[in-house]
């Protein structure tokens, strides 16, 4: 059976685990808010920046009343900013996990700026921030409008599962800004889900070159290498996504799936522990660690395994398999 470039596959059960980078992104979620001002009533609209890694991907204006709303978004940290010279800037990290839930609801406050008070202007990234992060005010004046709204058309369609057309969106948004490294990425994505792995590789290879503080493009680059056996590729992509974000629960994952196959086995269950830590709720992760504990002649960890994925993702699709195997684990005692 040939591996689809979709999942991750385990040799020792044929488990197909959690969902690669490319697939992993389809899922989506969204960040809901409301927006109020403290010590005076609510002026009107005032219009939001949603950030990932530093760069602004989209904004809005609220409504009238405060609330905004930003759809179709991938399993990341995000930041809420608001620049408005009526208020003190606000930056709020917000964390969209999407194996908690679908919808992150929060709240900001603005407060307003005193009168008196010389305006304060936004401050510069502090010394010995990653220096290739790109500044928010020249990434929108790097990236048109068109590219953005091309973009978000993009997220969409693939959050519709028209990934032929969210392809065609990601496109025209490289045309009209060729340094577009989240389209780059995006892109890639979908031609590994189509299995056109040599497209993907080159789009990966593009978002690294055009934005190398972002780890997203590193893990994609793994997982395609770890697709096609290329375990040093693979290990390389992951190391550099970790040394961008160390805490990546992903990250871990992938590296802890390497290990497993390359029969460093230790490595692998420290990884995914790793992984674990990090983020509890990636159910997955225990079925990578059933097959290392299966390879090692641990049934009783596996068991034990196979019992937290179920009890932590009774309804993943994978349930009904990994019920088969405890039975089969437990009735071999």
């Known amino acids: 059976m040939n591996p689809s470039p979709r999942y991750l596959i385990l040799s020792s059960l044929v488990l197909l685990l959690f969902p690669c980078p490319s697939a992993f992104g389809q899922q989506f979620g969204n960040i809901v808010g409301e927006v109020h001002a403290s010590r005076s009533d609510f002026p009107g609209r005032i219009l939001i920046e949603l950030q990932l890694h530093g ?7 609220t409504d009238e009343q405060g609330k905004f709303a930003f759809y179709t978004l991938a399993d990341n940290a995000y930041h809420l900013v608001i620049r408005d010279e009526r208020f003190y800037p606000v930056d709020e990290r917000v964390l969209l996990d999407l194996s908690v839930t679908s919808t992150k609801f929060v709240q900001l406050t603005v ?6 008070q010389k305006q304060v202007p936004v401050p510069d990234r502090n010394k010995g921030s990653n220096p290739y992060m790109i500044d928010s005010e020249e990434y929108r004046r790097s990236f048109p409008k068109k590219a953005l709204k091309e973009f978000d058309k993009g997220i969409k369609a693939d959050a519709e599962g028209k990934h032929e057309d969210a392809i065609g969106h990601y496109q025209k948004a490289i045309d009209i800004a060729p340094n577009f490294y989240p389209a780059h990425n995006n892109l890639g994505s979908d031609y590994l889900a189509k299995s056109d792995l040599k497209s993907a590789q080159e789009q990966f290879e593009q978002a690294i070159k055009l934005n190398q503080s972002d780890p997203q493009a590193h893990l ?7 697709t096609m056996k290329n375990y040093d590729g693979a290990l390389h992509n992951v190391e550099e996504a970790l040394r961008r974000d160390p805490n990546s629960a992903l990250g871990q994952f992938l590296l802890g799936s390497i290990y497993a196959r390359t029969e460093k086995l230790p490595e692998a269950e420290r990884a995914l522990r790793a992984a674990l830590a990090i983020n509890p709720a990636m159910a997955r992760v225990h079925l990578e660690l059933v097959n290392v504990y299966i390879e090692q002649k641990q ?12 009890e932590g993702a009774p309804d993943d699709p994978m349930a009904p398999h990994a019920k088969k195997v405890l039975t089969r684990l437990e009735s071999a005692r």
């Open 111 to 116: 407060t307003p700026r005193q009168a008196t």
């Open 55 to 61: 760069s602004p991907i989209t904004s809005q204006y």
């Open 220 to 226: 994609n680059m793994a997982n395609l290498a770890l």
């Open 299 to 310: 049934n009783p960890k596996a068991i034990a395994e196979l019992k937290a994925f179920l």
